[in-house]
């Protein structure tokens, strides 16, 4: 299976910039996606496709990377952002999502 | 506006049997592929069982290969998955997911439900 590794914790203040990385055991190509998940909700789709916005999401939030070594970029950090951060591929099988990062603010 | 519900989970003993729905709305149901995604409690999550848009391919996590069984029944708009033999192991909170399009490779979850909760334990 294709191991997805995330740092497992992050605390930034409101107002500064944060990246998320998730690196992969293998190659995913661009089939690397993010979600967020808030405590006690269900995820929602923020970055599809490694650096594509799904509609609705705000701007502060980017994606980049290919083959192994993806990134989100949250900038800047609001207070509505503290959530837990997954990435996930589809070029493998089977899928795999990353352990998740928990994201505090200060 | 989509909307994913799911039901049916709850408290199973080992090695019985437990069936969860998903009823869509607010988009053509038989246009895409659908998933189960489940969530252990304060774990991450892991991808479950993924159905074509006319449920002609199905594919399966090892870990619930000839265990489980995803089926959708597109007059009614809903999703299953039908599990036998539960362990322990497979107590988490399942969430139903709408995926972009149709397609296993470089497919993702678009939609996702609130989840249900089953618990396996005696």
């Known amino acids: 299976d294709t191991v997805l590794t995330q740092s497992p914790a992050l605390a930034v203040s409101p107002g500064e910039r944060v990246t998320i990385s998730c690196r992969a055991s293998?190659?995913?190509?661009?089939?690397m996606h993010w979600y967020q998940q808030k405590p006690g909700q269900q995820p929602t789709l923020l970055i599809y496709l490694a650096s594509n916005l799904e509609s609705g999401v705000p701007a502060r939030f980017s994606g980049s990377g290919s083959g192994t070594d993806f990134t989100l970029t949250i900038d800047p950090v609001e207070a509505d952002d503290t959530a837990t951060y997954y990435c996930q591929q589809s070029w493998n099988d089977p899928w795999t999502f990353g352990g998740g990062t928990k994201l505090e603010l200060k | 506006e989509v909307q994913l519900v799911e039901s049916g989970g709850g408290l199973v003993q080992p090695g019985r049997s437990m069936k969860l729905s998903c009823a869509a709305s607010?988009?053509?149901?038989?246009?895409?592929?659908m998933a189960w995604v489940c969530q252990a409690p304060k774990k991450g999550l892991e991808w479950v069982a993924t159905i074509s848009y006319d449920g002609s391919s199905t594919y399966y996590r090892d870990s619930v290969k000839g265990r489980f069984t995803i089926s959708r029944d597109n007059a009614k708009s809903t999703l299953y998955l039908q599990m036998d033999s539960l362990r322990s192991e497979d107590t988490a909170t399942y969430y139903c997911?709408?995926?972009?399009?149709?397609?296993?490779?470089?497919?993702?979850?678009?939609?996702w439900g609130q989840g249900t909760l089953v618990t396996v334990s005696s």
């Open positions: 293998e190659s995913v190509s661009t089939l």
């Open positions: 607010g988009f053509t149901f038989n246009n895409y592929d």
């Open positions: 997911a709408r995926l972009n399009n149709s397609g296993y490779v470089g497919n993702w979850f678009a939609y």
